[in-house]
């Protein structure tokens, strides 16, 4: 199972950034797969989540009506579109993929917001 984030970076305060988590390794389409992030000297949070299908999502209420999940499963792909980007946005953003019998990380991606 390999995950491998891609996307973060450098952005101002009310900027954008989409992040994708490329997956292979395993079948992609039958895992929940997830996004959390963890600033420095906070625990790891879940920001949003989507199902097998991509039919459901689920947001932090610090993060609804800004970001955006979604999945394309012919591109074992998840994406992460974050907009109106605050600087309390900024952590080590990672992917998650989930099922009954196995969870696995991404390495994580780097997001500042910033002016």
């Known amino acids: 199972v390999q995950l491998v984030e891609s996307g973060g970076g450098l952005v101002q305060p009310g900027g954008s950034l989409r992040l994708s988590c490329a997956a292979s390794g395993f079948a992609f389409s039958s895992y929940v797969m997830s996004w959390y992030r963890q600033a420095p000297g906070k625990e790891r949070e879940l920001v949003a989540t989507?199902?097998?299908?991509?039919?459901?999502?689920n947001y932090a209420d610090s993060v609804k009506g800004r970001f955006t999940i979604s999945r394309d499963n012919a591109k074992n792909t998840v994406y992460l579109q974050m907009n109106s980007l605050k600087p309390e946005d900024a952590a080590v953003y990672y992917c998650?993929?989930?099922?009954?019998?196995?969870?696995?990380w991404g390495q994580g991606t780097q997001v500042t917001v910033s002016s």
């Open positions: 989507i199902t097998r299908a991509g039919g459901s999502t």
């Open positions: 998650q993929a989930y099922s009954p019998r196995q969870t696995s």
